[in-house]
């Protein structure tokens, strides 16, 4: 080995911290939640299913029970598959749980340790929270009623033109929501530059958050490797990706506002109120963060509930009787009907529990040792909320495994699950804040599609639910029939579309 070649050096030195840390990490005589057994150096931090493989973590369950912990190789991992447990640490000791495990790889090489999601539980985050609530807070929010039932007529009329094509056209409905709310930014094809890249860089932040995906997150030292070793040039290629996300659009609403033609927007909205120096930079990673965290979990829940409809037409049919008896034939669905829909409200949180978008939510480290229910957990655990875990507990006559909207339209005292609103978008202080704008996203778009379309199977070939594994579950691309349910709804959608305003 020789000083000039820093590989096997850095590697050297990679495997004898890993060493240290094992020595000093191993139980001592305090108490661990239960996990696999513990191999010299690796610990059992290979025994840890891949994230989004919900099976092997139900295996787990069975197994180990509500909490279980995995370590080795410097890591500390516990997961928690109970509400009780998650309401417990996530809310009731939010203090220390509500910090990010920092990601070398995508966070730091890559820089995307700025945006809301990955920022540390400190005042950068308190400032990026304050700015998407000015955006998104629930009365905020009512200002995009408009543009969001402008978008599902849209998105209806896409349908009409090219149904074969659903899968394209849900996935720029979403990115409109959040390009038009963020930036005042119109854009008219699935494929367009902004969209693409959006979805390319997602793709490969997702890929890289998994724990574990490089070696240089288990070994922080291998980042000082020289910039030509392959996950270095990896993480650069990214920096890029995310840079151009973020920048571009802020740059252009810039313009048109140096210009004075800048829409409405919550970018404009910011710079106006708050343009003083550094702040421009959390603005731009503010902003830059609602794209990434919003675009694909609303398109991931749209694209779920169309599978759910194809498969079960007799639940299908009830939400449409329920659209056509409370709002009539004669009109389409608005934000403001939500409240009298039960039956299609019980279908959106049955499609949330029966898939959900993000099954392990987003992980946490815990900023101080802990104790719970007598298990020791150290300073710098990771911890895994398994909201599939939650969403699978069995509770009332129906099977977990079953789309049933009826299990939520049960009486008082009757046992329900809990209810997706409490966990399908986080918990405590990092509860997401796009919440109230996906809520309505979600329930316009589907009561719209529900309204104006019969889903159903294809005419060739079978449709099989199967999901990606991942951060973010999306259904795989399937093949399903649409078609309008009459000439009078044909011609809603069209003069809709036709009078937009965005
Ligand atoms: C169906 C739609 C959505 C789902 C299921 C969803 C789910 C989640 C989840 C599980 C988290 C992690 C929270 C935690 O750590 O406890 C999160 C965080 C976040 N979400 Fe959402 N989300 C959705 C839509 C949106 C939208 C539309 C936006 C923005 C317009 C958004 C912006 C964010 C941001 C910025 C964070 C990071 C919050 C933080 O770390 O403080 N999300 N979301």
């Known amino acids: 080995m020789s000083l000039s070649d820093p590989v096997p050096f850095v590697l050297l030195a990679a495997v004898l911290a890993a060493a240290i840390s094992w020595i000093f990490s191993r139980p001592t005589n305090r108490r661990y939640a ?5 191999r010299p150096l690796l610990g059992n931090i290979l ?3 891949a994230q989004g493989d919900m099976l092997a973590f139900a295996r787990c369950r069975e197994q180990y029970g509500d909490i279980f912990f995995f370590h080795g190789l410097g890591y500390k991992v516990l997961v928690i598959n109970s509400m009780k447990a998650i309401t417990d640490l996530f809310e009731k000791r939010h203090s220390i749980y509500s910090d990010r495990p920092a990601f070398t790889v995508v966070g730091e090489l890559m820089r995307l340790g700025q945006s809301t999601p990955l920022l540390p539980y400190n005042d950068d985050w308190r ?4 700015l998407a609530h000015i955006a998104l807070g629930p009365n905020a929010i009512k200002q995009y009623h408009h543009i969001q039932e402008d978008l599902a007529a849209l998105l209806s009329q896409q349908f009409l033109e090219a149904p074969e094509k659903f899968i394209d056209h849900v996935r720029l409905a979403v990115a409109r929501v959040v390009l038009s709310v963020t930036y005042g930014l119109r854009v008219d094809k699935a494929d367009d530059e902004y969209v693409t890249h959006a979805e390319d860089t997602m793709r490969m932040i997702s890929e890289a958050t998994v724990p574990g995906a490089f070696l240089a997150d288990i070994f922080p030292s291998l980042k000082h490797l020289p910039s030509w070793v392959p996950f270095k040039r990896h993480a650069r290629h990214g920096r890029e990706m995310i840079e151009h996300l973020v920048t571009t659009p802020f740059e252009y609403v810039k313009e048109q506002m140096q210009a004075g033609v800048a829409p409405p927007s919550l970018a404009n909205h910011l710079l106006s109120e708050y343009d003083k120096g550094d702040i421009d930079h959390q603005i731009k990673w503010a902003t830059g963060s609602l794209y990434g965290a919003g675009g694909e979990t609303s398109y991931a829940t749209t694209l779920t509930f169309m599978m759910a409809m194809a498969l079960h037409p007799e639940k299908q049919r009830l939400a449409q009787e329920e659209i056509d008896r409370v709002i009539g034939t004669e009109r389409l669905p608005t934000i403001n009907d939500k409240s009298q829909l039960p039956y299609v409200n019980a279908a959106i949180k049955e499609t949330m529990r029966w898939k959900p978008a993000v099954p392990m939510s987003l992980a946490r480290m815990v900023s101080e040792d802990d104790v719970y229910e007598g298990y020791f957990i150290p300073k710098g655990t990771i911890v895994l909320p398994n909201s599939w875990a939650v969403a699978y507990e069995h509770h009332g006559p129906y099977d977990p495994r079953e789309y049933v909207p009826e299990r939520w339209l049960v009486g008082e005292g009757e046992d329900a699950p809990v209810d997706p609103a409490q966990w399908a978008f986080g918990f405590g202080r990092r509860l997401c804040p796009g919440k109230p704008l996906a809520e309505n996203s979600i329930f316009i778009f589907i009561s719209t599609l529900l309204s104006v379309f019969d889903i159903s199977l294809p005419d060739e070939g079978e449709l099989k639910p199967e999901f990606t594994m ?3 579950s999306y259904p795989l691309p399937f093949k399903c029939k649409i078609t309008p349910r009459s000439a009078s709804k ?8 036709a009078h937009c305003t965005i």
């Open 490 to 497: 044909v011609a809603q959608v069209s003069w809709r579309a």
């Open 47 to 49: 025994d840890m299913p």
């Open 470 to 472: 991942g951060l973010i």
């Open 34 to 38: 239960p996990g696999p057994p513990i």
């Open 127 to 130: 400032i990026h929270r304050k």
